[in-house]
């Protein structure tokens, strides 16, 4: 079998970013109670590795920002990488907690666009996934703007054809999806000013596998609740390539659906921790199809390496 190491794959700056300060304000308070606003980034071992720590995460499904701060009584509150609205930032600091925000510069600058064109005037029209915390920041942040999930939901929008438009989005689709979502929206709205505000960290990991020619799977590590991690998976099957594996950690891997003669890639998102997409990639590269080792135990201790 020959395993491809795709690259570049894994951590982006903010989650780096993200998990840097989380661990420096332990170090700084270490009898603080920490809470993360959501999840710090979406991979459940970091949310275990962190709560190892005690760093605690709220993250109750379908609660927004605000409601999971009710939970939070004291101490000092990390918000995600995903950004927050303006309003959750006056509540925590209304209840008397010091926040601390790990929000990417990537998705503050799609905030800062839209904030500019609102004090313009402009429409806005916003691309992202229903739910996501990303995209449930900026609804949250932003009175009046367009949030249009897909393609179909285009042809629905009625916009004002004398106002100004700004078009942008969710950091993390896929750039093929978005590419035509964008064009139906320059066909429908010429006067638009698009900007595709996919950050460079998606992109590249997201141009990698289109790179790849020929292969027989593709490994996508990650978390299920990942989108950058299922847009990977999603590329790989616009690229024709017949076997995706959607896998956690390398225990998920069954190898009975491997055959020998195939080209394997391997990649992850960029909320996978680096550890354990090595993980997947040594043990393949020096797999015995025939006679298979058994799988190393995760070790919890390097999930934040
Ligand atoms: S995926 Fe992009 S926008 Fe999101 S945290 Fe990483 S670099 Fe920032």
Excluded at 27 to 41: A, C, F, H, K, R
Excluded at 299 to 305: M, Q, V
Aim: glycine content about 4%.
């Amino acid at each position: 079998m020959k395993i491809i190491d795709i690259k570049p794959r894994g951590y982006c700056k903010g989650v780096v970013r993200a998990i840097i300060l989380a661990k420096k304000t332990r170090q700084e308070y270490p009898n603080e109670p920490i809470s993360i606003l959501g999840s710090l980034v979406h991979n459940k071992y970091i949310v275990a590795a962190l709560e190892k720590k005690g760093i605690k995460t709220i993250n109750t499904p379908f609660k927004s920002r605000l409601e999971l701060l009710d939970e939070v009584e004291a101490g000092i509150v990390i918000f995600s990488a995903h950004g927050v609205s303006t309003e959750v930032k006056q509540a925590a600091q209304e209840k008397g907690l010091m926040y601390l925000d790990a929000t990417c510069e990537d998705v503050q600058s799609t905030h800062d666009l839209i904030k500019e064109a609102k004090e313009k005037e402009s429409e806005v029209i916003y691309i992202g996934k229903k739910n996501h915390p990303e995209s449930l920041a900026v609804v949250e942040s932003f009175d009046n703007i367009h949030f249009v999930t897909s393609i179909d939901e285009i042809n629905q929008l009625q916009i004002d054809l004398d106002k100004p438009l700004i078009v942008t989005n969710q950091t993390t689709l896929s750039t093929l999806e978005i590419a035509n979502i964008l064009n139906k929206i320059s066909e429908k709205y010429p006067h638009a000013d698009i900007n595709n505000e996919i950050c460079l960290a998606t992109r590249v990991r997201q141009e990698a596998i289109i790179k790849q020619q020929d292969l027989d799977a593709l490994i996508v590590v990650g978390d299920p609740t990942s989108n950058n991690t299922a847009m990977l998976a999603r590329i790989g099957k616009d690229q024709n390539i017949q076997n995706i594996f959607r896998i956690e950690t390398l225990h998920d891997l069954d190898l009975r659906l491997f055959k020998r003669h195939w080209t394997v890639g391997i990649t992850s998102g960029a909320s996978t921790p680096n550890y354990l997409t090595n993980m997947v990639v040594d043990y393949m590269k020096d797999l015995n199809i025939d006679n298979p080792s058994l799988y190393p135990e995760i070790d919890f201790e390097r999930i934040l390496d």
